[in-house]
């Protein structure tokens, strides 16, 4: 066969090939957009609060007074996926600890028509006349780990991690670690509602092992916690040779993280850490070889989002909820940790610690409706 045919018959084949290609992309198109058409048409809205039968117009603010942690990422994209999964229009915003920040964009965003708002870590009595003046004006309002006296206003429902449980976890852990005798390290902070409920118990644990003993403390909320309790904790171990130390109870993940690299730095890897609250990084910590973070409690922090948006929204709805809501927590192990091959984040936490991250509760039959209908 002459070359000039063979050329020929070649192009023609490599032709049909992308003719067949192209009616198979468009077909499988087709098909795609069919089956969403007909799981939308599927998907009854006849439940679904009035309310929300057009969820784009329900929009919700989610202002948290710290951040700049993982915590708060977490958090606050939590809230934001569970909203807008919805089909439900969710804004975010972070003061990193400025409470003049955190009051004005409660007060800026009253006026901007949302109708329903998540409150998180408003500690100061401000926050009560804010939240007073939310609910005046026929707003929703679920709060996260603030102001106690918050739930003497009709409608609010408070929601924490469970303090007492969190604290529980990791101070009963230490105790049964060292079987009763030890010296330790706290590191605490007050003026935080979740901090007073961790150290309640802590205090009542001590005073039940009397062979548990605090030799220093130190605590301090600050934009750069972790590198202040590094230091703190840098001239702990110097004061303290090895033997005079055996542990430090962090209540607050940022302290471990301080903790964390004092110790490394100081070659004091004798002394072990129990804490509580994680993060990606904190994960990380503890994986490491050597390192120091025997446990920490955890409640997962874009799940507390997930449910305190569920909450709002049950609100929005005319439904009942609860005054106070507080979520299950874990004690996340090293040793779990690092048996993994994987590196362990917040996402597959689930498969070293069952349960973790899934939660159906307040989860509504008309919230699984709108999720479908959304997708």
Not at 187 to 216: C, H, S
Request: hydrophobic share 40%; charged share 30%.
């Amino acid at each position: 066969m002459k070359k000039g045919k063979i050329k020929l018959l070649i192009i023609g084949f490599l032709a049909l090939i992308i003719y067949l290609a192209g009616c198979s992309s468009k077909s499988d198109k087709e098909v795609v957009e069919k089956e969403k058409s007909q799981t939308d048409s599927e998907v009854s809205l006849e439940n679904v609060p009035e309310k929300f039968k057009d969820a784009k117009d329900v929009k919700i603010k989610v202002i948290r007074k710290i951040g700049g942690d993982d915590h708060t990422k977490q958090f606050l994209a939590g809230a934001k996926e569970e909203g807008e999964a919805m089909g439900l229009k969710v804004d975010v915003y972070s003061a990193d600890g400025d409470s003049q920040k955190f009051h004005n964009e409660i007060n800026k965003a009253l006026e901007e028509g949302y109708d329903g708002f998540i409150i998180s870590h408003g500690d100061d009595p401000e926050t009560i006349e804010s939240v007073k003046k939310l609910v005046e004006k026929g707003k929703s309002v679920v709060t996260f780990d603030s102001n106690v006296e918050l739930e003497k206003i009709d409608g609010v429902t408070l929601t924490s991690q469970n303090d007492e449980v969190l604290a529980t976890f990791a101070i009963e852990q230490l105790i049964e670690d060292y079987d009763g005798q030890a010296n330790i390290a706290y590191l605490w902070v007050d003026g935080f509602p979740p901090m007073v409920r961790r150290n309640a118990v802590y205090t009542e644990k001590l005073q039940k092992n009397p062979g548990i003993k605090e030799i220093e403390r130190f605590g301090v909320a600050s934009a750069d916690t972790s590198g202040e309790t590094k230091a703190a904790v840098a001239e702990m171990l110097k004061k303290h040779p090895k033997g005079e130390l055996d542990a430090i109870f962090a209540t607050w993940d940022a302290f471990a993280i301080g903790a964390v690299e004092a110790i490394k730095e100081a070659g004091r890897d004798e002394v072990k850490i129990y804490g509580i609250d994680v993060s990606n990084s904190d994960l990380q910590l503890m994986k490491e070889n050597g390192s120091p973070w025997k446990y920490t409690a955890a409640v997962d922090p874009k799940l507390i989002g997930a449910l305190n948006m569920r909450l709002v929204a049950k609100k929005i709805a005319g439904e009942e909820t609860p005054k106070t809501y507080n979520l299950e927590a874990y004690l996340i192990a090293q040793d779990e940790l690092q048996v993994s091959k994987k590196n362990v984040t917040m996402d597959n936490l689930g498969e070293v610690l069952p349960g973790w991250g899934l939660s159906t509760e307040l989860e509504e039959d008309w919230m699984k409706a709108l999720k479908m209908k959304n997708k």
